[in-house]
């Protein structure tokens, strides 16, 4: 809820743009411009470093929106969960400084889809961070890739997923939920 206004405002935005002709390939790259507000800061009157995450959601929005594939995932009773990500911060974002979210799709491997999202400032990015998401169905279970390109193509023409992004999924991963994971320290 914290973003959710905003989360409409996007989702609408990119329906027109869409309804514009403004689409995305998949391999294309989504921009939104937006500016930090006092919702989003804390108490070093920065933005947040929590809210990064939220405000990326919007970037994918307008992503899923604009490539199609959101009309897909609906028709089909699809959805993403984000099952792991990484983000690196090289500047902060001020109250009321504009900004932009770039954000696209990096590719996949056997588990998962993985975006990029970018905070850039004139240019310069300020922060990066790669998603890993799992497609799901509604009705329970996991979507397999075989089923998921079936319907939207391949993803050829995606930039290949980098070397280290691969070993970071590697490393990151957490068992299956059908296996154990005590919470055990040292």
């Known amino acids: 809820m914290n973003v959710i ?3 409409i405002l ?3 935005r990119a329906r027109r ?4 002709g403004d689409s995305l390939a998949m391999d294309g790259v989504s921009r939104i411009r937006l500016t930090t507000l006092p919702t989003d800061i804390d108490i070093l009157m920065h933005m947040n470093n929590g809210r990064y995450a939220s405000l990326f959601d919007l970037g994918r929005w307008d992503l899923l929106v604009r490539t199609g594939f959101w009309d897909i995932m609906r028709a089909h009773d699809w959805y993403a969960v984000v099952s792991a990500e990484t983000i690196t911060f090289r500047k902060s974002l001020q109250l009321w400084q504009r900004f ?3 954000s696209r799709m990096l590719g996949h491997d056997d588990r998962g889809v993985y975006m990029e999202h970018r905070v850039v400032v004139d240019g310069e990015v300020y922060t990066r961070a790669i998603v890993r998401s799992r497609m799901m169905r509604k009705s329970g279970g996991t ?12 993803m050829d023409g995606m930039p290949e997923v980098e070397p280290w992004v691969r070993d970071w999924a590697a490393a990151s991963r957490l068992p299956s939920t059908r296996e154990s994971a005590p919470s055990v320290w040292g």
């Open 5 to 7: 206004w905003r989360t």
């Open 10 to 12: 996007i989702h609408l």
């Open 17 to 20: 743009r869409l309804r514009r």
């Open 100 to 102: 932009d979210i770039e």
């Open 143 to 154: 979507l397999p890739h075989d089923e998921l390109f079936a319907v939207i193509g391949s």
